[in-house]
């Protein structure tokens, strides 16, 4: 066999072990970052029931799963599929990236290509921890956004060949307009999503518990719970006229009563008691109880606004456009699907960032050849009308 033949062979499985790799590496993403973790303290996993830290040679991607069966090797309790799934999705995806941008041998040499390869590497990467971490929590950090959309844009600029492009800073442009044009756009609608669906209403039978508080220190989310229902703050409060209306009986700042005679009502920057401000930095939590809520309501996460500015920042704006509506379609398939297959009422939440996820790997493949023939039927509608 040629060293080309031979180079035909192993690479792809070379490319295939990488992202078993690294979908390893995110399954510790997925699990720790929005619980607060570091990443990297302890260095191995550690089985989250025993707490146990697994050693290197039961720590293979795909095969340790297998062998072990699912099962943690000393407390017996079973480790989620999703690892599995994990780690073989993201080497296919990986796979498949590099069977598309170096169909042969020769590709190798132009190290622009490599480059691509790269970064839609990471970008699949941050994708598919999106998706998992949106499943679980309904939230997709910062970390994963707004890093994402920095590395994005440097690559932009340093990978030309990104954007089909020769010159590095007509390159950086588009993944400048295309963290623009995604912000801006999604942005909008999730804007004009609140004036459309108004707001969620809560009634209690009887006082039921409710909380602010901002539990795992500086850096977590603020969570609002009301009763069994719960938010994250910036959900809630996305613009500066949002409020949250209560029918309160008992109330407490840091656990200390607070006397009220009218009303409580709590805004993106303060609480007001009686009409009296109260800045939100002065109370670290607010308890009591209430009969009533009336909540802002989200068409959407303001997290899905930021992680559409990060897949246009690295594959540009027409991208972004193309992964709203996409993802748009998709979302309404399933719902229609979940509402009349499997019977779930409309009211229930649904994470669109594995939605958005979808519909950017789409693109990676497909999409632009689908935005080119799209854009050509409407050309032509166009002439007839």
């Known amino acids: 066999m040629s060293p080309e033949s031979i180079l035909a062979i192993l690479l792809p499985i070379f490319a295939f072990g990488i992202g078993a790799a690294i979908g390893s590496f995110l399954n510790v993403v997925i699990y720790r970052v929005p619980n607060g973790l570091s990443v990297n303290r302890p260095k191995r996993s550690f089985c989250p029931n025993c707490q146990k830290q697994i050693p290197i040679a039961l720590n293979i991607p795909l095969l340790s799963w297998l062998m072990l069966r699912g099962k943690c090797k000393w407390c017996?309790?079973?480790?989620?599929?999703?690892?599995?799934?994990?780690?073989?999705?993201?080497g296919v995806v990986f796979l498949a990236i590099w069977m598309l941008k170096v169909p042969e041998a020769d590709a190798l040499r132009d190290y622009g290509i490599l480059g691509e390869?790269?970064?839609?590497?990471?970008?699949?990467?941050?994708?598919?921890?999106?998706?998992?971490?949106?499943?679980?929590?309904?939230?997709?950090?910062?970390?994963?956004?707004?890093?994402?959309?920095?590395v994005g844009l440097v690559l932009s600029f340093t990978i030309p060949s990104l954007h089909n492009e020769v010159v590095w800073w007509k390159s950086g442009l588009q993944g400048a307009l295309g963290i623009v044009v995604g912000f801006t756009v999604l942005w909008l609608v999730v804007l004009l999503g609140k004036v459309a669906f108004g707001k969620i209403r809560h009634?209690?039978?009887?006082?039921?518990e409710f909380s602010i508080s901002q539990p795992g220190g500086d850096e977590t989310p603020i969570m609002i719970?009301?009763?069994?229902?719960?938010?994250?703050?910036?959900?809630?409060?996305?613009?500066?006229?949002?409020?949250?209306?209560?029918?309160?009986?008992?109330?407490?700042?840091?656990?200390?009563?607070?006397?009220?005679?009218?009303?409580?009502?709590?805004?993106?920057?303060?609480?007001?008691?009686?009409?009296?401000?109260?800045?939100?930095?002065?109370?670290?939590?607010?308890s009591g109880k209430i009969t009533s809520a009336v909540v802002p309501r989200e068409a959407m996460g303001y997290g899905d606004v930021k992680f559409v500015a990060m897949i246009g920042a690295f594959q540009?704006?027409?991208?972004?456009?193309y992964v709203l509506f996409a993802a748009s379609v998709i979302g309404a398939i399933v719902g229609l699907i979940q509402k009349f297959v499997v019977k779930e009422e409309w009211s229930r939440p649904l994470p669109f960032g594995p939605y958005l996820a979808l519909a950017a790997f789409l693109w990676i493949f497909t999409g632009p050849a689908i935005w080119i023939w799209y854009l050509s039927v409407l050309r032509v509608r166009a002439g007839l009308l």
């Open 225 to 286: 719970k009301l009763g069994d229902r719960e938010y994250e703050w910036g959900d809630v409060f996305f613009r500066k006229w949002d409020r949250l209306e209560m029918e309160t009986q008992e109330l407490f700042f840091n656990d200390e009563p607070i006397e009220f005679s009218e009303s409580f009502r709590v805004f993106g920057d303060r609480f007001e008691v009686d009409g009296k401000r109260v800045e939100v930095e002065e109370v670290k939590r607010v």
């Open 117 to 150: 390869v790269f970064a839609l590497w990471l970008l699949s990467s941050l994708l598919i921890s999106a998706t998992f971490i949106d499943f679980d929590h309904f939230i997709i950090p910062d970390s994963i956004t707004i890093g994402g959309s920095i």
């Open 316 to 321: 540009g704006w027409q991208c972004a456009v």
């Open 203 to 208: 009634a209690f039978d009887e006082p039921t």
């Open 76 to 90: 017996d309790v079973a480790i989620s599929p999703r690892y599995f799934v994990v780690e073989l999705l993201t």
